[in-house]
């Protein structure tokens, strides 16, 4: 199973980006999928989950109504629409999937398989 996550870059404070993550090795249309993120020296944080059938999203509180987390199970991809990009959303992104369709990933210890992660940094 790999997970291969793109879209980071250096954008300026207000600006988008979207970052994608595809998986292969085998389908994952039944499993939450989700991105956490890790600024230098900080713990690995939650950021955005969508279930497995893609109805129900969650959210950590500082991205709400700025980021929107989506995923097409036809290509096994999840995607995070990044929108008023602030400096402190500078980060690695790490895409994941869970270990089961009862996990709504909002927790680290939900997920099964990580990608390499993308770095995105917003300059001020």
């Known amino acids: 199973v790999q997970l291969q996550a793109s879209g980071g870059g250096l954008v300026q404070a207000g600006g988008s980006l979207r970052l994608s993550c595809s998986a292969s090795g085998r389908t994952f249309s039944s499993y939450a999928m989700g991105w956490f993120r890790q600024a230098p020296e900080k713990e690995r944080e939650f950021v955005a989950a969508i279930s497995w059938f893609g109805g129900i999203t969650y959210y950590t509180d500082s991205v709400k109504g700025r980021f929107t987390i989506s995923r097409d199970n036809a290509k096994n991809t999840v995607y995070l629409q990044m929108n008023s990009l602030k400096p402190e959303d500078t980060a690695v992104y790490y895409c994941?999937?869970?270990?089961?369709?009862?996990?709504?990933?909002?927790?680290?210890?939900?997920?099964?398989?990580w990608g390499q992660g993308t770095q995105v940094t917003v300059s001020s």
């Open positions: 994941g999937i869970t270990r089961g369709g009862r996990y709504r990933g909002e927790d680290r210890d939900d997920y099964e398989y």
